[in-house]
Each structure stands twice: as C-alpha cells, then as structure tokens.
C-alpha cells in the first residue's frame, strides 16, 4: 500500500496576513475617501468661479467643509457647503415676490457645481477602491 504525505507551508504567514487584512483594507479605504474629499474641497472653487458665482465674496468657495464621519462599523468623509447660496445654485428658486408690494424679483435658475463634482469624486473613490482590493489579490466583478 502506497502512504501518502501532504504538507503546508506558509500557512502560518498566511494567517498573519489574513488576520490585518481588515485594517489595511480599512486603512487604505479611509485614505482614498479623505483624498477624494479634500480634492473635492480644492476644485470646488475653481469650479464656482467657472460657473460665474463667487466672484465678489468668495461665500461659496470658502464655506466648504470637510467632515470625518464615524460609525461602529465604518469611517466615511461628508463634504458639505453650508452657504446660504449653495441650494440657490444647486437647485435654483422659484418665482419670487417682495412680501407687500408683490413687485416681482425674478427666479434664480439652477447651474449645479457641487452635486455633478461630487458625483464624478465619488466615482474616483469607487475606482480607486476597487484597485486597490484587486492589488490585495481580491476578485472585483460588476465593478
């Protein structure tokens, strides 16, 4: 009768790597997020002053914010505008009338900056990610 002996090595160092591959995959994600948003707080005045806003006051550019948002199971990057001007430009207004007079004061017709950049980050971050769990070795489909 024929014995047969199989062997693993490795296996050791393949459980040490196993075992932080959450907290470099979390580590590394946390990174793209933050680059993402810190480059979406840079372009975005650029971006307003292309559109024709912020020209005399800056309000728009300079009310941007970037926040670290955490939860038990994950850390995420908010950015916000908190100008009072940001919805006006982002959504636009509707037909607006002087309280007791009534005179007509126009419309302001949207022209988004914030919403359309932020879609195209989030894109970014979204290819980035995938990337980098491709590196670790991990199977990307549907991405």
Not at 21 to 26: A, G, I, Q, T, V
Not at 69 to 87: H, I, L
Request: glycine share 8%; proline share 3%; no cysteine.
């Amino acid at each position: 009768m024929a014995a047969a002996d199989l062997r693993f090595e490795g296996l050791d160092e393949l459980y040490r790597a196993l075992a932080t591959l959450p907290d470099r995959l979390n580590g590394a994600a946390e990174e793209i997020a933050q680059s993402e948003a810190e480059q979406m707080q840079r372009d975005l005045p650029g971006a307003y002053a292309a559109a024709g806003f912020d020209r005399q006051t800056g309000e728009l550019a300079d009310r941007v914010l970037v926040t670290r948002v955490t939860t038990p199971a994950s850390t995420g990057y908010q950015v916000t505008n908190r100008s009072r001007k940001a919805a006006w430009v982002e959504f636009g207004t509707v037909q607006r009338f002087t309280r007791g007079s009534g005179a007509a004061r126009g419309r302001f017709i949207a022209r988004p900056v914030f919403v359309p950049m932020a879609q195209r980050r989030r894109r970014s971050m979204l290819r980035r990610l995938v990337e980098f769990v491709r590196q670790q070795g991990a199977v990307v489909t549907g991405a």
